[in-house]
């Protein structure tokens, strides 16, 4: 079945800290990956996805993410991390051909500490 | 502008009571999807159809109804049997293969 792993529910980082998030997920076929982010109070949005190509992918706001296939593993980075970018952030993956499912994490509570 | 529309914001229902969830796309995409968002566990797939009158069941359909009879259009059900309604429910769609998935505001609901 396919699903998707977020291992850490809740980071608290300092502002300028590095931040890297794991996202692991299971499906045997080709899948679309995307990191979701959602503001207090504000619905989910689009940081980045990748769909083929180029393994490292960049986003919006200054996030990246690198899908490892052997591993599974899409995990979500920014080098320095500020104030705003306290939020909740989810990793989903979408499976290619015949039925689209697309599967979320149970999402990173993320807060910056100014 | 094009979107996804959620209706209402907020609904509440007496138990016993089933209750339906309005999702509307002006974005003229094939696939839409319901989710339920609850603290700590993320966004779980309730339903979720790629084409009109077609849908299949995602992780937690027991409890939910769905109909896809219009492709701008995807309801959802939430019936009696559903024991634990009480959450923020969201729609999302999304249009060709390599694109992602737009949502809606949601909709929150409780139970008297």
């Known amino acids: 079945a396919q699903s998707v792993s977020q291992h850490n529910h809740h980071v608290i980082l300092s502002e300028a800290a590095s931040l890297e998030l794991g996202c692991n997920y299971s499906?045997?076929?080709?899948?679309?990956l995307f990191w979701y982010v959602q503001y207090p109070g504000q619905h989910l949005q689009l940081l980045l996805k990748?769909?083929?190509?180029?393994?490292l992918v960049k986003g919006i706001k200054g996030f990246e993410a690198e899908f490892i296939k052997s591993k599974f593993s899409f995990n979500l980075r920014k080098p320095s991390v500020q104030w705003s970018d306290t939020a909740e952030y989810f990793c989903?993956?979408?499976?290619?051909?015949?039925?689209?499912?697309?599967?979320f994490g149970t999402g990173t509570k993320l807060q910056v500490i100014p | 502008d094009g979107g996804i529309t959620q209706s209402p914001k907020y609904l509440f229902r007496k138990e016993g009571q089933n209750v339906t969830l309005s999702c509307e796309q002006n974005l003229n995409h094939d696939a839409m999807y319901w989710y339920r968002q609850d603290p700590g566990q993320g966004l779980r797939l309730i339903y979720y159809?790629?084409?009109?009158?077609?849908?299949q069941k995602g992780d937690i359909a027991e409890g939910y109804s769905v109909s896809r009879e219009k492709k701008e259009s995807f309801p959802l059900t939430v019936t009696s049997a559903q024991k634990n309604p009480t959450a923020f429910y969201l729609c999302?769609?999304?249009?060709?293969?390599?694109?992602?998935?737009?949502f809606g505001d949601g909709t929150r609901l409780s139970i008297l």
């Open positions: 159809s790629q084409i009109v009158n077609d849908f």
């Open positions: 990748y769909f083929s190509g180029d393994p």
């Open positions: 499906y045997g076929g080709t899948v679309n």
């Open positions: 999302a769609s999304s249009g060709a293969v390599y694109q992602p998935q737009h």
């Open positions: 989903a993956v979408r499976s290619v051909g015949g039925y689209q499912k697309v599967t």
